[in-house]
């Protein structure tokens, strides 16, 4: 072969390379833009990231993040993470980081950029990739779930009509209360407590103001309560019926009497609107406080009740406690 011939094939097979190059970046940019797509597509947030912060993340993850796709990359996920939970994520991207064994996984809470928190699950696994280390995290929204389960929780403790705690969440409480019972120092007392002629209310009335009266008297004692237990502490339930109940654990019997006639007058103060004519209505209650005899809740409340129909028998609207 000649001079210029060899030449002239160098020169083609130099071109024909430099085509070869630019086909394969293309393909490279092609596989790129549609392995983006898919990931985009993706009903989970995805992040792949190193020790140091994020090197990539899907369309759903910056949406969850609150930050746009050209200012996440470097950015760290720990400063997505609510503050009372970053220890936590941490520990779970260290163990990520030195294993690719397992998958780790835990619910938290993201605070976006703009203030926005959404409950998550949050998992993460370290990519079987050379030289780096690093982990791919899936951002699993579970805000409507949370909202679902707080929602089936509520139903299941509290009393549909009034919005009290029912029976079983109060009871549940005060057996749990009571298990301190002995202690030094403790003390535990209950306001038993019954609207005054409620079935002349609902004749009079019509069983729609009977239940304007229950909800009423549930929201009155709620807010009084809330004056004399910021922290909560009190529990005020719908035992049935027109009967409720308020446990004060941490109390003794003169504090319960005190707030009883608090909530006596609160109640009494009340006026419900009917289209016949506004009517009001009063509550008697036995206040008690618990004591070794009583052998658990139910003896108090079997003492508590004596002392609630002595109210009545002795005019009714008023307290009497042991």
């Excluded at 746009?68 to 991207?93: C, K, M, R, W």
């Excluded at 993460?124 to 899936?138: D, F, H």
């Excluded at 004749?203 to 549930?218: E, I, N, P, Q, Y």
Aim: one cysteine or more; hydrophobic letters at 45%; glycine letters at 8%.
């Amino acid at each position: 072969m000649g001079e210029a011939a060899f030449q002239d094939l160098f020169i083609e097979d130099d071109a024909s390379a430099i085509d070869a190059a630019q086909a394969t970046r293309q393909v490279l940019i092609d596989t790129q833009e549609r392995m983006g797509m898919m990931l985009d597509i993706m009903p989970m947030g995805l992040l792949i990231h190193t020790e140091q912060g994020i090197l990539f993340a899907n369309q759903q993850a910056c949406s969850m993040l609150q930050t746009p796709n050209d200012q996440i990359v470097g950015q760290h996920l720990l400063d997505f993470i609510d503050p009372g939970e970053t220890e936590a994520v941490s520990a779970q991207l260290r163990a990520s980081f030195r294993s690719a064994d397992t998958m780790q996984s835990r619910e938290s809470v993201l605070s976006g950029a703009r203030g926005q928190r959404i409950d998550i699950k949050l998992i993460s696994s370290r990519l079987p990739w050379q030289g780096t280390p690093v982990v791919q995290v899936l951002l699993q929204d579970v805000s409507d779930l949370k909202r679902k389960e707080e929602r089936l929780r509520q139903l299941s403790v509290t009393d549909e009509l009034t919005g009290a705690f029912n029976r079983r969440h109060v009871l549940n409480e005060a057996e749990f209360h009571l298990m301190g019972a002995g202690t030094p120092g403790f003390a535990f007392s209950v306001i038993l407590m019954d609207i005054d002629h409620f079935k002349h209310v609902n004749d009079t009335f019509g069983h729609a103001a009977g239940d304007l009266a229950l909800v009423a008297l549930s929201r009155t004692c709620d807010a009084a309560l809330a004056n004399h237990f910021p922290g909560g502490e009190a529990v005020f339930s719908r035992l049935g019926g027109e009967e409720f109940l308020v446990i004060l654990p941490g109390h003794p019997l003169d504090r319960a009497r005190t707030i009883a006639e608090d909530l006596r007058r609160a109640v009494a103060s009340l006026r419900i609107d009917t289209a016949q004519r506004p009517f009001s209505f009063t509550i008697s209650m036995g206040v008690a406080e618990f004591s070794q005899g009583d052998m658990g809740i139910d003896g108090l409340l079997s003492r508590a009740d004596r002392l609630l129909y002595k109210a009545k028998r002795d005019g009714r609207n008023r307290v009497v406690a042991a």
